[in-house]
T-cell receptor, first 110, second 117 residues
């Protein structure tokens, strides 16, 4: 059975801090790892990672995958209150089915 | 703008009622999924479908059934709602084969928050 574990479960930081969110996985026939951000409604796509060691970057967010150690990290630099959300990690194994972790709830305070 | 639309944002039902949650996508996607999301448990897959009239059980199908009579519509049915089915329900879709260049995994609906009393 595919499995995704995210840590920490929740995190409170001050605006301007840098945070690192972790995601480890066990999956049969790994295809890709995805990160989503969920505020009040539907999760929105952040990154898709398929190759080890290649950093994906979007503004203050970046992510990297280690397929040997079976984990990924999501970094957010210079955090803002608008970054407060649940961050979801998911892996795609067999076919198109995604297995999600429990998510990390990030709260950024002033 | 492509969309996955869930018919209700909030729903309150009584124990024992039959409940229908509707999901419609306008992207001509083959794959559709129903998840429920609970605090501390993340998103758990209930059912998914790769094609019209086709369905597969996910990780927690007990107490649920689904219907996919048309490609764009995937319905989740709670035959006899119970209080432990109080949850946020998320529908998602994706193209056949998952995703390739330019594709981004799932597209999610906005969710239906179901309360069973």
């Amino acid at each position: 059975e595919d499995k995704v574990v995210q840590s920490p479960l929740s995190l409170v930081v001050h605006e301007g801090d840098t945070v690192t969110l972790n995601c480890s996985y066990e999956v049969t026939n790994f295809r890709s790892l995805l990160w989503y951000k969920q505020e009040k409604k539907a999760p929105t796509f952040l990154f898709m990672l398929t190759s080890s060691g290649i950093e994906k970057k979007s503004g203050r967010l970046s992510s990297i995958l280690d397929k040997k150690e079976l984990f990924s990290i999501l970094n957010i630099t210079a955090t803002q209150t608008g970054d407060s959300a649940i961050y979801l990690c998911a892996v795609a194994g067999t076919a198109s089915k995604l297995t999600f972790g429990t998510g990390t709830r990030l709260q950024v305070t002033l | 703008d492509v969309k996955v639309t869930q018919s209700s944002r909030y729903l309150v039902k009584r124990t024992g009622e039959k409940v229908f949650l509707e999901c419609v996508q306008d992207m001509d996607h083959e794959n559709m999924f129903w998840y429920r999301q609970d605090p501390g448990l993340g998103l758990r897959l209930i059912y998914f479908s790769y094609d019209v009239k086709m369905k597969e059980k996910g990780d927690i199908p007990e107490g649920y059934s689904v219907s996919r009579e048309k490609k764009e519509r995937f319905s989740l049915i709670l035959e006899s709602a119970s209080t432990n089915q109080t949850s946020m329900y998320l529908c998602a879709s994706s193209p056949w084969g998952g995703w390739g260049q330019g594709e981004y995994g799932y597209t999610f609906g906005s969710g239906t928050r179901l309360t069973v009393v």
